[in-house]
């Protein structure tokens, strides 16, 4: 069977392509978890990218097949976060180490870089379903990465709910609320709880 070998000149338009692609999820995942799903047009997103309004179908069959590769992408960055904390931190500190960085003051106050489910859970019920299945993808992971931190706690996965369910449920409040110390009270809270069951 013969191989048919791309010519350079349509390898460089597809890694220009892929290059373009992926600026405009980066910029898009940015976007979502600054302004939410409503808050995010195409023509904005475009724009953010340094592209035109008209290149984006090249891309993309839908604004929604946009939005789930940016949520896809913004919970990844999530999970690689963790990832990381995980590895540096010695095992017996390791989930204690995440809460404090999730609830810390940088990520709260850096929701255009953070964690996408406590940017975003409360319009997932609103969004396409391949925007759900994306996101509900990277939520499952989240649990499964704290479940193995948990390998010997009696009943792991529910224990991983619990303390994914505080975190951004601490996080989403402490943001809503226009009272700076009431917020820190939520996270505070959160990882005193946390804190005293290690």
Known sequence: MTVMKKS???????????????????????AIRRSGYDGTGVA???KEAGLTHGGFYAHFS???????????????????IAERIFS????????VTLM???????????????????ALGSEMPRQAPEVRKASTRR?????????????????????????????????MLARAVDEPELGQAFRQAVLHKFEASE
Do not use: W
């Open 8 to 30: 350079p000149s349509v390898r460089n338009t597809t890694s220009r392509k892929e290059t373009t692609h992926k600026r405009i999820v980066e910029t898009a995942a940015r």
């Open 44 to 46: 904005d997103i475009m």
């Open 62 to 80: 839908s604004r929604d097949a946009m939005l789930a590769e940016a949520a896809d992408l913004a919970g990844a960055d999530t999970i690689s």
């Open 88 to 95: 540096e931190a010695p095992p017996e500190q390791a989930l």
């Open 100 to 118: 404090k960085a999730y609830l810390s003051d940088e990520h709260m106050a850096n929701i255009e870089s953070g964690c996408a489910l406590a």
């Open 139 to 171: 939520i499952k992971e989240m649990i499964a990465l704290v479940e193995h931190r948990l390998a010997d706690h009696p009943d792991a996965h529910a224990q991983a709910l619990v303390m994914i369910s505080s975190m951004v449920g601490a996080l």
